[in-house]
């Protein structure tokens, strides 16, 4: 069975953009640490936010959910979210769900953090 917690841990690259790490399953659980880790990561100037999937165990579709929440969120706070670190299962279904075209989708944290520099 898959353990139905997350974690969280906060990175703070500049004002300009953060990393949330992501570590366990990501289901409807998982609402008030993701939220959490969203406000951590979101100051006044803060443009970019990375989304580290490299320690995902899970995902759901309440999980998905949840993503869309925090997407909402950041593009009213004018600010873009990217991911790295998806297996290609979830890559698929970031496709299928059309998520990848609003969190586009890198592969490592080297390409993810250029690409917020240029948000």
Same mark, same amino acid.
């Given at each position: 069975?898959?353990?139905?917690?997350?974690?969280? &841990?906060?990175?703070?690259? !500049?004002? +300009?953009?953060?990393?949330? !790490? $992501?570590? =366990?399953?990501? #289901?409807?659980?998982?609402?008030?640490?993701? #939220?959490?880790? @969203? &406000?951590?990561?979101? =100051?006044?100037?803060?443009?970019?936010?990375?989304? &580290?999937?490299?320690?995902?165990?899970?995902? &759901?579709?309440? =999980? $998905?959910?949840?993503?869309?929440?925090?997407?909402?969120?950041?593009? +009213?706070?004018?600010?873009?979210?990217?991911? @790295? =670190?998806?297996?290609?299962?979830?890559?698929?279904?970031?496709?299928?769900? +059309?998520?990848?075209?609003? $969190?586009? $989708? @890198? !592969?490592?944290?080297? #390409?993810?953090?250029?690409?917020? @520099?240029?948000?």
């Amino acid at each position: 069975m898959v353990d139905a917690t997350v974690s969280t &841990n906060v990175r703070t690259i !500049d004002e +300009r953009v953060s990393v949330i !790490d $992501i570590t =366990g399953s990501v #289901t409807r659980k998982s609402e008030p640490e993701l #939220t959490d880790a @969203y &406000n951590k990561a979101s =100051g006044p100037l803060t443009r970019a936010i990375v989304l &580290n999937f490299t320690a995902l165990e899970y995902m &759901n579709s309440s =999980g $998905i959910g949840l993503l869309v929440t925090l997407l909402v969120r950041a593009n +009213r706070q004018e600010q873009k979210l990217l991911a @790295y =670190g998806l297996s290609d299962h979830y890559k698929d279904i970031f496709g299928l769900t +059309r998520l990848n075209e609003a $969190i586009h $989708i @890198y !592969d490592n944290e080297g #390409t993810a953090l250029a690409a917020a @520099y240029e948000v």
